[in-house]
């Protein structure tokens, strides 16, 4: 649903918002779960968000609560009846707005499925570092590939009558310290680097925007007129809910209300009875609350198609309204198209997925094997990724060893999850191929707080990671028994870069798996077959060595973010990273020639000729990226501003034309406060990659006239 359509409500839910008592008005801004309650209903057998959490509503008036699901990888409400799809860091990683969008509307069909009305699982925070433990919630560094991954989303959750909620604005891009830590940075930083993604978002129609747990500039998120009022609201236009984030995404009453923020999530520890004495007090003015409630019930019946459902009605059930929770066991899933939605998490696994090696043509391997080694603890493990705020229950997860005995029905499958060199080694010798399952999971990297921990989420660690690298066991295996059998095959698993430099010259065939899915399992065995030819692209830079990278401390209480991140950090410093951002191998060939680049004014066209000239069928993500060498400001070598999946078939031959509005060179001028446009010549690049190497490049000119 658009802005437009929603603001048709405006005139309805002002006389219902006039008829509201303040306490009435501000029970809509306040949410009904407690961190005690969620607990207690975990200790009887309830998972996080096992039903749609609610905030607000009013019977009286009949105005649905706010009934919210989280999950970025799928609706976390439910058990065993819900999708999970691969992580965003995949779905990044397949370039495919298409398909984010049909996958948004498949998770908005099983939110609506569940009870809830409003989704929380868009992230599009800016891994700034990618050792950020939650990175795998996010589409990849790149601000631009970012909005328009999570605008695909947004539409897509949206086009199922669910309302999006995009997070965490802003800056939240360290997870051990999200709660103290202090993040500064230069404005033109600010808004070129990490709101830009924000507001795509916005522009795409998103009815939520949640903000973050950290400071910014010395204030809570939670409390930034800066960052809600003036930027978020006023500057951009949004006329939908902001909430908070859980618990602690607020602490301060008066702040937090002045601010901005509409709803306090998921319980009440400000609001409630507080802001009702701040009003009386003269302390917040009750305009401010007036304009929290009509954005909260024009939203809500915007997204109800003026249907009214009392609480009572409500199927999704709540913690908050019971002690006993005995109404849970009651609680069912309605019905949705399992099939296709199982179908759209394979799909999604099948695209995503990135080959980054292969030597010697190792794969696909042969499927008339007789024998084939599959090494690894994670290759028997349903590893879909964090075990926090995101994590689903699906029927069913096809691990990587699943996915592979079911494809070579005919071949003897020898599974090891052991740490003996010697006799991983005899198995590489003995069998005709290896494949070896390595990397990350839950326990390495994902949400962390020591409170949630121990009371809601049975996490043992998770939080930002310590090493980019694998685990010193999975190197040592890879060094020592890598090269034994020429066709070995490194499989990563985890949810962002991890350095191969210390062991990649010991294996020809390196595939990242990321975190998959459900059907990750299938996806990978067709790829590692040869069924399904790999098309996904890194979403993110691959660096030879962490040492690369800035230094950070993710228990640090002030971060400065720089101007430069990812590939453009790497880029700056003329530092070659192992892979580029937007790399990727086929099992076929593609010839680029014959481009060609314009510009009318209004948007710069850059054109080529793709050939596939090799001889099975396959899919290219063809990228343009801009630069400006000669800008009179901070500017990046080039920056993505466009991209396209292409599927060719042997032989065939296509033109492929990219577009980006002129207005994404805009630089923000920290003197005039506003974005403006450099009228210079500018270096146009289109390709496979950021590298160079990759791209064919031409100059356009812009100029006044």
Not at 38 to 57: C, D, L, M, R, V
Not at 272 to 286: C, M, N, Q, Y
Request: glycine residues 10%; aromatic residues 10%; hydrophobic residues 35%.
């Amino acid at each position: 649903m658009t802005r437009e359509e929603r603001l048709k409500y405006t005139a309805r839910a002002g006389k219902l918002v006039e008829s509201m008592t303040l306490e009435e008005k501000i029970s809509l801004m306040s949410g009904d779960s407690s961190i005690q309650q969620i607990s207690e209903a975990k200790q009887q057998g309830y998972h996080f968000n096992y039903a749609p959490y609610e905030a607000g509503g009013s019977e009286k008036h009949q105005i649905p609560a706010l009934r919210y699901c989280d999950g970025p990888r799928g609706v976390v409400c439910g058990y065993g009846e819900t999708t999970c799809f691969p992580a965003p860091v995949l779905r990044g990683a397949s370039f495919d707005i298409e398909l984010e969008e049909e996958i948004g509307q498949a998770i908005g069909e099983e939110a609506r499925a569940a009870g809830a009305n409003l989704y929380g699982g868009i992230c599009v925070n800016i891994p700034w570092h990618p050792g950020w433990g939650r990175s795998q919630e996010v589409y990849g560094e790149d601000s631009f590939a970012l909005g328009m991954m999570g605008a695909a989303a947004v539409r897509g959750v949206q086009a199922a009558g669910v309302m999006a909620c995009v997070k965490h604005y802003a800056f939240n891009s360290m997870e051990n310290s999200r709660f103290q830590v202090n993040v500064t940075c230069q404005r033109h930083t600010e808004r070129e680097v990490f709101l830009t993604h924000f507001k795509e978002c916005v522009d795409a129609g998103a009815a939520v925007v949640m903000t973050a747990y950290n400071q910014y500039q010395g204030e809570h998120c939670g409390h930034s007129e800066y960052l809600i009022r003036q930027v978020l609201k006023e500057e951009w236009g949004f006329d939908g809910i902001v909430i908070s984030d859980f618990f602690w995404g607020i602490l301060d009453t008066i702040k937090a209300a002045k601010a901005g923020v509409d709803v306090e999530m998921c319980h009440t520890r400000c609001y409630g009875e507080k802001l009702v004495d701040a009003v009386k007090k003269g302390e917040v003015p009750e305009s401010v609350i007036d304009e929290a409630a009509l954005r909260i019930v024009r939203t809500i019946l915007a997204f109800e198609e003026g249907k009214i459902q009392s609480k009572k009605e409500n199927i999704s059930g709540n913690f908050a309204r019971t002690d006993s929770f005995g109404h849970l066991r009651e609680w069912k899933m309605q019905s949705y198209d399992r099939a296709h939605h199982r179908e759209l998490a394979l799909q999604s696994a099948q695209e995503g997925i990135t080959l980054i090696k292969n030597e010697n043509q190792t794969l696909p391997l042969k499927k008339d094997l007789r024998k084939i080694a599959v090494i690894g603890r994670l290759a028997s493990a349903e590893n879909t990724g964090d075990r926090g705020s995101s994590r689903v229950y699906p029927a069913y997860v096809v691990t990587p060893l699943e996915g592979i005995v079911k494809a070579v029905p005919d071949t003897e499958v020898i599974f090891y999850d052991g740490d003996d060199i010697e006799h991983i080694k005899k198995l590489a010798e003995e069998t005709e191929a290896v494949v070896f399952v390595v990397g990350l999971d839950f326990r390495d990297e994902g949400e962390y707080d020591p409170m949630k921990a121990s009371t809601v989420y049975g996490v043992p660690r998770g939080g930002d990671r310590i090493s980019l690298g694998l685990h010193p066991a999975d190197v040592r295996m890879l060094k020592e028994a890598g090269s034994v059998n020429p066709a070995s095959v490194a499989v990563l698993m985890g949810g962002g870069v991890i350095t191969v430099s210390e062991w990649e010259q010991d294996l020809p065939a390196i595939l990242h798996l990321y975190y998959p899915g459900q059907e990750g399992g299938t996806a990978l065995a067709q790829i590692l077959l040869g069924e399904v030819n790999p098309s996904g692209k890194l979403p993110f830079v691959l660096p030879y060595s962490e040492n690369d990278l800035p230094e950070m401390d993710w228990e640090a209480e002030n971060q400065y973010y720089g101007y430069y991140h990812g590939y453009t950090d790497l880029d700056r410093k003329e530092v070659k990273p192992y892979r580029p951002y937007g790399f990727g191998l086929s099992y076929t060939t593609f010839i680029l020639d014959r481009a060609a680049f314009s510009c009318d004014g209004k948007r710069i066209t850059a054109t080529v000729d793709i050939e596939n000239s090799g001889a099975v069928s396959g899919t290219e993500v063809v990228q343009l990226y801009v630069g400006c060498q000669h800008s009179a400001v901070e500017r990046p070598v080039r920056t993505l501003c466009g991209f396209q999946r292409v599927t060719l078939d042997p032989g065939q031959k296509q033109r492929v034309s990219l577009y980006c509005p002129v207005e994404r060179l805009s630089y923000y001028n920290e003197e005039t406060q506003e974005f403006e446009m450099e009228y210079a010549e500018y270096e146009v690049y289109i390709g496979t990659s950021e590298a160079e190497e990759d791209l064919q490049k031409g100059t356009i000119r812009l100029s006044m006239d």
